[in-house]
Structure formats: C-alpha cells, structure tokens
C-alpha cells in the first residue's frame, strides 16, 4: 500500500462547478501537508500548505485535513477553464511524499 | 525575484550513457531536494543537499549522485542510464534543514528521454 493514495481522474466539470480533491494517507507521522498545481510540463506550483486538522482558505481554494481519518481535501469554487491541471497532494515525512496527482478539467 | 530555475530544459541521451543536471535555488533558500517524476506519476524523492551534504536519500540506486556548491546551487549526476530513467526531474529549493518539511518551491524540470 502506498502512503498516499490520490484518484487520478481523470475530471471533468462546467465551469463554475464546485471541485473536491482528495487524498488520503497511512502513516500518521506526516505533520505539513499541500496541495500543489502543475500544469502539463512543468514543474508543481504550491497553492496551499496546512500544519493542523481544520480548513484554511484562499480566494477560490479551500483545503481541509482530517488528522483523525488520515484524509485531505482541496475545494475549488467557481471553477475556471484556468484551472484545468493536475493537482498533487503532498505530504511531509523527512521528504515530500506525492499522490499521483487527479487531472482536472474545466470546460467552458 | 528569480524563482528555482533548471538546466537543461530537455535532453535526450542513449543507455549506458551518463547525465548531469542543474538547479539553482530561489533566492534566500540554501537547502535543494531532487525529485523524480514518471509520466503520469506523483514526484519521487531523491536525495535533499543542504550545506553541501547530502542530507536524505529516497529509494534510488547510487547511480544517481548529486552535489551541491558553496552558492547553494545543485547537480545531480545519473550513471549508466537506463530506459526506466526517462522522467522528468525536479528541484525544489526550501530554507534550513527543516526545509524536510517545509515549504519546498519547484523548479521547472528538465526533461530526461533515454533512448
């Protein structure tokens, strides 16, 4: 089993549409987690970053970690052609541990 | 700001050959991580530099070996390349040793294809 299991979609939603992400994990050692966004070729951009169980916001991007049930969530509202990429949950160990990543597309 | 950059952008290199890339860190960081990153995969770690030693290492054979120099910039080194090897590779820089779970700012990648 890996340590952090993410559905790579692909998914496809209208613009506008709310969007939740998920992942979830086993090891309960991991402490910091992210959300990071890449489009095709190129390199992940961070877009939110959360130490403890609750939500954070910014703008469109919520995300929300339940320590208890080792699962995490990234909510996009009001979704924008702009956002179609994949979205990678990530971990902290002594490193940065990966989902494999959901494709995301939003269509006009 | 400049922000992490990568050298090369793409390459293309044949078994059994050996491959050097570059990564310079984002202002203000001194800490490098080098991720691996097949097609259709989540980033995997590789090893982390930070004041020049090599810190952390993931599940990767010693073909693959990096450095770090005294401005915090970063290579890693892959020997005999195989097919497998084919990826693209990412750094990502982060300030202090707790840069292991810190924020970590990638770079662009360079892209490996092994023929």
């Known amino acids: 089993q890996k340590e952090v299991e993410q559905d790579p979609g692909p998914l496809s939603v209208p613009e506008g549409a709310i969007v939740s992400l998920n992942c979830t994990y086993s090891?309960?050692?991991?402490?910091?987690f992210m959300w990071y966004r890449q489009y095709s070729r190129k390199g992940p951009e961070l877009l939110m970053y959360?130490?403890?169980?609750g939500n954070k916001e910014d703008g469109r991007f919520t995300a929300q970690v339940d320590k208890s049930s080792k699962y995490i969530s990234l909510f996009i509202r009001d979704s924008q052609p702009s956002d179609s990429a994949t979205y990678l949950c990530?971990?902290?160990?002594?490193?940065?541990?990966f989902g494999k990543g959901t494709s995301l597309l939003v269509t006009p | 700001d400049a922000g992490v950059t990568q050298s090369p952008t793409h390459l293309i290199k044949t078994r059994g050959q050996q491959v050097t890339l570059r990564c310079s860190p984002k202002s203000g960081h001194d800490t490098v991580s080098w991720y691996q990153q097949a097609l259709g995969q989540g980033p995997q770690f590789i090893f982390q530099?930070?004041?020049?030693?090599?810190?952390q290492r993931g599940n990767f054979p010693d073909r693959f070996s990096g450095h770090q120099f005294p401005n915090y910039s970063s290579e890693l080194n892959v020997n005999a390349l195989l097919l497998g090897d084919s990826a693209l590779y990412l750094c990502a820089s982060s300030q202090g040793l707790a840069g292991t779970t810190d924020t970590q700012y990638f770079g662009p990648g360079t892209r490996l294809t092994v023929l």
């Open positions: 959360t130490y403890s169980s």
């Open positions: 090891n309960s050692a991991f402490q910091y």
């Open positions: 990530a971990m902290s160990g002594y490193a940065l541990n």
């Open positions: 530099y930070y004041e020049e030693e090599e810190r």
